[in-house]
């Protein structure tokens, strides 16, 4: 993958000993318009996104309509139900146009961890410091949509 692999922030500063060991396990991919995965479907990659896409994070509650629970955007990373030992996606994902992305088959992930320790913590350590703060910034999306759902279906005063 070469210049693009080195495109993504969260590569920024690695040796190019780690590089080699990680570089092979990302593959180059589009995501063409519209739904990427849907949610239950099986989780199988986790997902970097490149310059310039925004791909929607859709969730499905059994009882309610879906809703966009976060947006992910450049240089963002989704999908992480293959790499949190989920069998299926816990939320779908969708684009709004054509998505060019690099992924990583959970498993593959997980084998790196086995084969290469020190590489494996080095990527894992990356990864959760990217999603805290979405994860926060996700919480009070849904916070202000579930409000505005208590507020809509409240009696008038």
């Known amino acids: ?22 570089e092979p396990l990302f593959e180059q991919c589009t995501c ?35 809703i966009a629970i976060t947006s992910v955007k450049a240089n963002g990373i989704f999908g992480w139900s293959a790499i949190a030992g ?13 998505c060019e992305a690099v992924r990583i088959q959970g498993n593959d992930l997980r084998e790196l ?7 494996g913590e080095i990527l894992l350590d990356r990864l959760a410091e990217s999603v805290s703060s979405r994860w926060e910034n996700a919480h009070s999306q849904v916070r202000d949509i579930l409000g505005q759902g208590v507020l809509a279906h409240s009696p008038q005063v």
């Open 1 to 22: 993958m070469g210049n693009v692999f080195k495109e993504f922030p969260l590569f920024d500063g690695l040796s190019e000993d780690i590089l080699k060991i990680i």
């Open 113 to 119: 961890c086995v084969q290469h320790p020190q590489a």
């Open 32 to 66: 063409h318009k519209g739904i990427i995965f849907k949610q239950g479907d099986p989780a199988i990659y986790l997902y970097l996104i490149h310059k310039g896409y925004v791909v929607d994070i859709v969730y499905k509650p059994y009882d309610a309509p879906e």
């Open 86 to 98: 989920n069998r299926v996606y816990t939320s779908g994902a969708a684009c709004k146009a054509e």
